[in-house]
């Protein structure tokens, strides 16, 4: 296979007007409740990246009449809460943690067995978080010693049992992953999280006519509620443009000078916005326009404008609201004036790659005072020493992405090596980035 790198040059000003593709959470789920609703669910803006895909192979495996994606547009021919059918083989689900996990709560309510395999990256990737609670609920499933992939699930075809789970650590994954095997079980299933996750799932299985009840409790603490043995009812679905995918343009803005640039369409779910709200807080322009929304999604236009950031300590209740994002705002940080802190996000030590030890190395390759903690970062801003530097991406997508936007503000050339796992999240990442203003080569060697 060849070796995909991202040579950037130094510098450009950031401007225009751009749509970045559809958020890949909700992909994920309207093809999974599609598939079990009755009746035919139509989606438009469909992210047709390598993990969504992932998703909806599994499914075609599953038995399920998918049409698409053409442009963004599949329509899903449901077969219902029982309807699916044994695979042939095990379901490859590449890179995609999120698939891995929702799957698994499906999977532990069906009545056949199947295996669940990914790639080198994801069978890295800690299972026992959805394996606890699926035991729990009486699921049989098998996986490494460590608790990593391939992940047998034993389906039994009996109804499995209600549960109040509490979440050690907020993930909407085991979240969702707990709700959707409630689907399948006799009583009341309740997820309990020490601070709010992204709730797509709650929003989408309420839009197919399926309640969940969510509320708040003291502190932080949410709970989401659904009773089990109900049906879903087909329905059209517009998938906004994915927040964590406009995070690399508005943070691509928010430090290069004279930079204006409008990013249409973007999910404003109030779960995922804790970017924009770190972004305000370092000093960032940024504005919201055209709020509308679509299927139960907020949406709107970003306008962000240059304008001089400084260093803060990142709340940690915003930790969860943007974990995906921080990559791209350890790069911010490196360009903000003053000490920038962050805390409470262990979280990113077990996602693609353990993204604070990676960010960190990555940032002080290029000549940033970046110290990694257990659970976040110390980044001293505003100061770097050139040095030329070749990046390793760990197979990390958004590794590769927020590397690329540190070409704006670094002192040399920066290569990036192993970038073809852009294509899991944001196919037509390097277009768009050429497009509004930064100079950046694809380099396959074989």
Do not use: W
């Not at 996750?197 to 003291?218: A, C, I, P, Q, W």
């Not at 779910?269 to 299927?295: C, Q, S, W, Y």
């Not at 991406?393 to 590397?403: E, L």
């Amino acid at each position: 296979m060849a070796n995909v790198k991202f040579k950037v040059q130094l510098g450009g000003t950031i401007k225009g007007r751009i749509r970045v593709p559809g958020d890949k959470s909700i992909s994920h789920r309207s093809i999974m409740l599609g598939a079990l609703a009755e009746g035919k669910t139509t989606v438009t803006g469909f992210l047709e990246g390598d993990d969504a895909l992932a998703t909806l192979q599994a499914f075609r495996e599953m038995g399920v009449d998918i049409d698409g994606p053409n442009n963004g547009n599949v329509t899903i021919n449901g077969v219902g809460l029982r309807g699916l059918k044994k695979p042939n083989k095990p379901l490859d689900m590449g890179n995609s943690g999120t698939s891995t996990r929702l799957l698994a709560g499906i999977l532990a309510g069906q009545d056949f067995d199947c295996e669940l395999v990914g790639d080198a990256s994801l069978s890295k990737r800690p299972m026992k978080r959805v394996t606890v609670p699926l035991r729990l609920m009486g699921a049989e499933l098998e996986t490494t010693e460590d608790g990593t992939l391939p992940m047998i699930i034993r389906g039994k075809g009996q109804t499995l049992k209600a549960i109040d789970y509490t979440l050690p650590m907020a993930s909407a994954q085991v979240k969702s992953c707990v709700l959707l095997a409630g689907l399948f079980a006799e009583g009341t299933t309740c997820a309990l999280e020490p601070a709010p996750t992204r709730d797509h799932t709650e929003r989408m299985l309420n839009g197919f006519g399926y309640e969940v009840h969510s509320e708040k409790l003291d502190n932080q603490r949410m709970k989401a509620c659904l009773k089990g043995g109900g049906s879903l009812k087909g329905r059209h679905i517009d998938v906004p443009s994915d927040i964590s995918s406009a995070a690399f343009f508005m943070a691509a803005a928010a430090v290069s000078k004279d930079s204006d640039l409008v990013i249409e369409h973007v999910g404003m779910n109030p779960t995922r916005v804790g970017i924009i709200d770190i972004l305000k807080l370092m000093g960032a322009n940024i504005e919201l326009e055209n709020f509308h929304e679509v299927g139960g999604e907020p949406v709107a236009d970003v306008h962000v404008r240059y304008a001089p950031l400084k260093g803060i300590h990142i709340p940690e209740e915003l930790v969860a609201l943007a974990i995906d994002e921080f990559p791209v705002l350890f790069v911010v940080a490196s360009t903000a004036e003053g000490q920038t802190v962050l805390t409470g996000a262990e979280e990113l030590r077990v996602k693609e790659s353990d993204r604070i030890q990676v960010m960190a190395d990555a940032l002080i390759a290029i000549g940033v005072d970046a110290q990694p903690t257990a659970d976040g970062m110390i980044i001293n801003g505003g100061k770097q020493s050139p040095q030329n530097a070749e990046i390793q991406s760990h197979h990390d997508h958004r590794i590769s992405m927020a590397m690329t936007i540190a070409g704006l503000n670094a002192v040399s050339e920066i290569i990036i090596d192993d970038c073809a796992n852009v294509n899991t999240s944001f196919p037509i990442f390097i277009d768009l980035i050429n497009e509004v203003g930064m100079k950046v080569e694809v380099v396959e060697e074989k």
